[in-house]
């Protein structure tokens, strides 16, 4: 191999790594919340497209999850009994529901991750804005072929 090869595995490795730590802190998050896996997927789904500017139907919700409506709604009321979530009718046809992250599931939330926001700002502050730049576009050329990937891995199934 030569050094861009052991570079890319590097990186690879690395991206790997952070996913399976990033995945344990989500855990750890989701048992100290009283929440499933799923829910917790759910909620990040909905604090993302709200931050969009683009908020989730349960419909949309369930297509990003994967799950059956049925277990839509089941996530969705657990997450609205604990104050998570909330639905809200803000379209001229009352029959469309929006979901938005709950003001008491956004502090918890900011509350847990607060300790490694801060951590991520510190080493992000080691970068210059253009170097960011780059880690950006590779990140989100990462996420497109892994997003790329995981639909034809459904296709298949």
Not at 15 to 34: K, P, T
Not at 51 to 61: A, I, M, Q, S, V
Request: avoid cysteine; charged fraction near 30%.
């Amino acid at each position: 191999m030569n050094e861009r090869d052991d570079l890319r595995a590097d990186v690879v490795d690395l991206l790997r790594l952070y996913s399976i730590e990033a995945q344990h802190v989500a855990h750890d998050f989701a048992n100290q919340q009283g929440l499933h896996f799923t829910d917790l997927q759910a909620l990040i789904a909905v604090m993302h497209a709200e931050r969009r500017g683009d908020p989730l139907t349960p419909g949309r919700l369930g297509d990003t999850l994967g799950l059956s409506s049925g277990a839509t709604t089941a996530v969705i009321d657990r997450l609205e009994r604990a104050g998570h979530l909330r639905r809200t009718r803000e379209s001229a046809d009352r029959r469309v529901v929006h979901l938005r992250y709950g003001e008491p599931g956004m502090e918890l939330a900011v509350a847990f991750f607060r300790p490694l926001g801060r951590r991520s700002h510190a080493v992000m502050d080691d970068f210059s804005p253009a170097e960011l730049e780059t880690v950006r576009r590779f990140l989100s050329g990462m996420y497109g072929a892994i997003t790329e990937h995981h639909a034809e891995l459904k296709k298949q199934a």
